[in-house]
């Protein structure tokens, strides 16, 4: 099984390759390894894995971060331990796959970073303000697409529900990567995927595109 785990990494980021429309949504969603009442217990990632927190409470295990297009395709993804923040793989995402407009929720909030993706990779960050931040001008279809943002909770919702790329059963950490590439493999392959049905996203995207 270890020595499928690489040529599947390779076909995975094939699949990918080329995804970006310039409406791109960044998210990240909980991969646990275990229940929370057996973390002490959970030797095999206990050198890998960390606690995060998620909406739906804690969590031991990892993150995957990902961006998807308007249409529900994967972009770019990675993973990292549940306590990274999510802001820290964004610049490693975005180099050579995102251009744009990217849409977050406001734990991607950063002044550095926002303008780092604009210096350097021409990519315009678009997120709403926290309750105690100055309210900040937004384009009318940016509004509109940043509303838009649970395209991508969607997407979440059917790789964990449909592809099955989180349980925690595994027993090592090869097992954990191989069931997770196969159900993003699995994903790609999906005829029907979740997607924006607007009339006026693909003149914007023709434009971005041009």
């Known amino acids: 099984m270890e020595k499928a785990v690489y040529p599947m990494c390779d076909y995975l980021q094939f699949l990918m390759q080329g995804n970006c429309t310039g409406i791109s949504y960044i998210d990240s969603t909980s991969l646990a390894v275990?229940?929370?009442?057996?973390?002490?217990?959970?030797?095999?990632?206990?050198?890998?894995?960390?606690?995060?927190?998620?909406?739906?409470?804690?969590?031991?295990?990892?993150?995957?971060?990902?961006i998807i297009n308007h249409r529900g395709e994967l972009v770019n993804l990675t993973v990292t331990a549940g306590n990274v923040d999510d802001r820290k793989p964004v610049k490693q995402l975005c180099e050579n796959q995102v251009f744009g407009k990217l849409f977050g929720d406001k734990g991607y909030i950063d002044?550095?970073?926002?303008?780092?993706?604009?210096?350097?990779?021409?990519?315009?960050?678009?997120?709403?303000?926290?309750?105690?931040?100055?309210?900040?001008?937004?384009a009318w279809l940016d509004k509109r697409l940043l509303k838009r943002r649970f395209l991508i909770e969607t997407v979440f919702d059917e790789l964990k529900n449909i592809c099955h790329i989180e349980h925690s059963r595994h027993r090592s950490h090869v097992g954990f990567m191989s069931n997770l590439v196969a159900g993003l493999i699995a994903y790609c392959h999906q005829p029907k995927k979740p997607t924006l049905k607007n009339v006026l996203i693909e003149p914007f995207v023709a434009k971005i595109a041009c």
């Open 111 to 138: 002044k550095s970073l926002t303008a780092w993706l604009d210096e350097n990779l021409d990519v315009e960050l678009v997120t709403n303000v926290k309750k105690n931040m100055k309210a900040k001008d937004i």
């Open 34 to 66: 275990c229940d929370n009442h057996r973390i002490k217990r959970n030797k095999v990632f206990a050198d890998t894995a960390g606690r995060g927190k998620s909406s739906m409470g804690w969590f031991f295990g990892f993150k995957l971060h990902a």
